[in-house]
C-alpha cells in the first residue's frame, strides 16, 4: 500500500488523496496536461497500476513505456511539421521554375509582368502568394 512507501513515493509535503483529486480534475478538464503529468511529474507516480515502492527511480514498466510512446509521438510530430515545410518550399521553388520556364520559351507575358511571392505564417502553419501581375 501507499502508507507503506517510503518518503519519496509522493513529493514532500504532498497527499496522496490531493494529487489524486488534481489528477482526475484534469483528466475530465484537461486531457493533454493530464497526460503530460502522467509522463513527466514524478509526484504522479503512484497512479499507475504496476506502480511498486522499492523501485527507486519511480519508473514502473507502464510508466517507462508509455513516456517512450510519448517521444516518439513528439519525434514523428516533428517530423510531419518538417515534411510539411519542405513540400510547401518544394511548390514555391516549382512554381518560379515554371515562371522562368514559360519566360525563357517566349511565351508571351509581356514587358511589364511580374512574379510577386509574399510569404507568411510560420513553420507548422506556412503561407505563400504567388501572383503574376502585368503592369499597362
Known amino acids: 500500500t501507499l502508507e507503506d512507501c517510503p518518503a519519496g513515493a509522493i513529493p514532500p509535503g504532498g497527499n496522496y488523496a490531493e494529487l489524486y483529486e488534481t489528477i482526475q ?3 475530465v478538464e484537461d486531457t493533454n496536461d493530464y497526460y503530460e503529468l502522467l509522463a513527466k511529474e ?23 513505456e508509455y513516456r517512450a510512446m510519448r517521444e516518439d509521438s513528439n519525434t514523428f510530430l516533428k517530423r510531419a511539421r518538417l515534411a510539411t515545410t519542405v513540400v510547401f518550399l518544394n511548390r514555391i521553388v516549382s512554381a518560379v521554375d515554371a515562371y ?22 510560420s513553420l507548422t502553419n506556412p503561407r505563400a502568394s504567388l501572383k503574376m501581375v502585368r503592369h499597362l
Open 42 to 64: 514524478d509526484g504522479y507516480r503512484a497512479g499507475w497500476d504496476d506502480f511498486s515502492c522499492p523501485s527507486p527511480e519511480g519508473l514502473s514498466p507502464n510508466r517507462r
Open 100 to 121: 522562368r520556364t514559360a519566360r525563357g520559351a517566349r511565351v508571351s507575358v509581356g514587358a511589364g509582368t511580374n512574379l510577386e511571392i509574399r510569404f507568411g505564417g
Open 25 to 27: 480534475r484534469l483528466r
